[in-house]
């Protein structure tokens, strides 16, 4: 999602040198003007050269003369979860994203994302995969392949599709590898850190370890998971509802195997034949106000669930959020399956 300088142009460019910048911007037809501190003064396109040349400025004359002075930003610690819809609808699709005296952080690009959310995101990719043996014997669970690229790569677009870019990641078994493979984002266009497991502190501990953020929401997610939860209806659900964590749910069904009848008293109301029953489960992820980091005690395991009930204890507001969609935990070898036949269709017999 983020572009680098060749998206920004200094004030004291020509139109000429402006036209041969956006001959090299490729696709991206959008020049953001900025001054020696980068920031934002003006946005500029090749139809504001054009109109300025009419009106009888020359290649020589400074972009400042042409630019549209009141350029759309966006801050980086602000809410754009219906935004993107409406700016895409009137064709802007570079959004620059700026700090509180307007300075530059990066230009996002709009295409493919859906919201671009003030929220930090935390990875829990340290887990051994124990269920998934003989898989996880020499390769991380995060970096099994379903669908031709890692899971956890799944998480990553997930996140990317939101506009949450600042991710760290825990781990601790084969930590390399994982490290190795992801980097610090950057080719990705995200911003990945990691946090050192050293002993497993279960499947909320890793919070106590992130550094401080970038924004007052951190969403944690377990690396094993492939869903596509509309996180942006999950965080406007959150912010509205004032709650200290959201946690995700998915419907897991129990089919009961003999009728089951409606009574008042003695006497049968209604009569249901063997009817399956929903039940909101835990879907692994949640959203939550930073300060509740400090309730999780350091240096030993501590549960997701521990968390909850502390806030529950504590008078907290937990909320829960449906998914809707699909979901799905890759815990065991069946899971795995499961997952790569919904992404590359059933497995083909051995020839």
């Given at each position: 999602?983020?572009?680098?300088?060749?998206?920004?142009?200094?004030?004291?460019?020509?139109?000429?040198?402006?036209?041969?910048?956006?001959?090299?911007?490729?696709?991206?037809?959008?020049?953001?003007?900025?001054?020696?501190?980068?920031?934002?003064?003006?946005?500029?396109?090749?139809?504001?050269?054009?109109?300025?040349?009419?009106?009888?400025?020359?290649?020589?004359?400074?972009?400042?003369?042409?630019?549209?002075?009141?350029?759309?930003?966006?801050?980086?610690?602000?809410?754009?979860?219906?935004?993107?819809?409406?700016?895409?609808?009137?064709?802007?699709?570079?959004?620059?994203?700026?700090?509180?005296?307007?300075?530059?952080?990066?230009?996002?690009?709009?295409?493919?994302?859906?919201?671009?959310?003030?929220?930090?995101?935390?990875?829990?990719?340290?887990?051994?995969?124990?269920?998934?043996?003989?898989?996880?014997?020499?390769?991380?669970?995060?970096?099994?392949?379903?669908?031709?690229?890692?899971?956890?790569?799944?998480?990553?677009?997930?996140?990317?599709?939101?506009?949450?870019?600042?991710?760290?990641?825990?781990?601790?078994?084969?930590?390399?590898?994982?490290?190795?493979?992801?980097?610090?984002?950057?080719?990705?266009?995200?911003?990945?850190?990691?946090?050192?497991?050293?002993?497993?502190?279960?499947?909320a501990g890793a919070l106590k370890l992130l550094p401080a953020g970038h924004h007052a929401t951190v969403m944690m997610m377990n690396s094993?998971?492939?869903?596509?939860?509309?996180?942006?209806?999950?965080?406007?659900?959150?912010?509205?509802?004032?709650?200290?964590?959201?946690?995700?749910?998915?419907?897991?069904?129990v089919r009961l195997p003999y009728a089951v009848m409606d009574l008042d008293g003695d006497r049968v109301l209604a009569f249901r034949e063997?009817?399956?029953?929903?039940?909101?489960?835990?879907?692994?992820?949640?959203?939550?106000?930073?300060?509740?980091?400090?309730?999780?005690?350091?240096?030993?395991?501590?549960?997701?669930?521990?968390?909850?009930?502390?806030?529950?204890?504590?008078?907290?507001?937990?909320?829960?959020?449906?998914?809707?969609?699909?979901w799905l935990d890759i815990g065991r070898p069946d899971d795995l399956r499961l997952a790569r036949q919904h992404y590359e269709g059933p497995?083909?017999?051995?020839?």
């Amino acid at each position: 999602m983020e572009l680098n300088d060749r998206q920004l142009l200094h004030a004291g460019a020509t139109l000429k040198e402006a036209l041969e910048k956006l001959n090299s911007a490729g696709q991206h037809l959008t020049l953001f003007v900025v001054d020696d501190r980068r920031r934002l003064l003006g946005s500029l396109t090749d139809g504001d050269i054009r109109r300025g040349l009419l009106a009888g400025h020359d290649l020589s004359s400074a972009v400042t003369r042409v630019m549209n002075g009141r350029p759309r930003s966006l801050r980086e610690d602000e809410e754009a979860v219906d935004l993107l819809r409406d700016l895409r609808a009137a064709g802007i699709k570079l959004m620059p994203i700026v700090d509180a005296d307007d300075v530059v952080l990066r230009v996002a690009d709009l295409e493919g994302v859906q919201s671009i959310l003030p929220v930090d995101a935390l990875i829990m990719a340290g887990g051994r995969g124990e269920r998934l043996r003989p898989y996880t014997d020499h390769t991380p669970k995060p970096l099994i392949p379903v669908g031709g690229k890692p899971i956890i790569e799944h998480t990553l677009d997930l996140l990317k599709r939101f506009g949450i870019e600042h991710v760290a990641v825990s781990v601790n078994y084969l930590r390399e590898r994982i490290m190795d493979h992801l980097g610090d984002g950057a080719t990705a266009g995200l911003r990945i850190t990691y946090v050192h497991e050293d002993a497993p502190l279960g499947t909320a501990g890793a919070l106590k370890l992130l550094p401080a953020g970038h924004h007052a929401t951190v969403m944690m997610m377990n690396s094993d998971l492939l869903t596509d939860v509309a996180l942006d209806r999950m965080y406007k659900r959150f912010r509205e509802a004032d709650a200290d964590l959201a946690v995700a749910t998915t419907d897991h069904h129990v089919r009961l195997p003999y009728a089951v009848m409606d009574l008042d008293g003695d006497r049968v109301l209604a009569f249901r034949e063997k009817p399956s029953i929903a039940y909101p489960c835990n879907a692994g992820i949640y959203m939550m106000k930073r300060t509740v980091i400090d309730r999780v005690p350091a240096g030993r395991p501590y549960n997701a669930t521990d968390l909850i009930q502390d806030l529950l204890d504590r008078g907290g507001k937990v909320i829960a959020f449906p998914i809707g969609g699909y979901w799905l935990d890759i815990g065991r070898p069946d899971d795995l399956r499961l997952a790569r036949q919904h992404y590359e269709g059933p497995e083909q017999p051995a020839q």
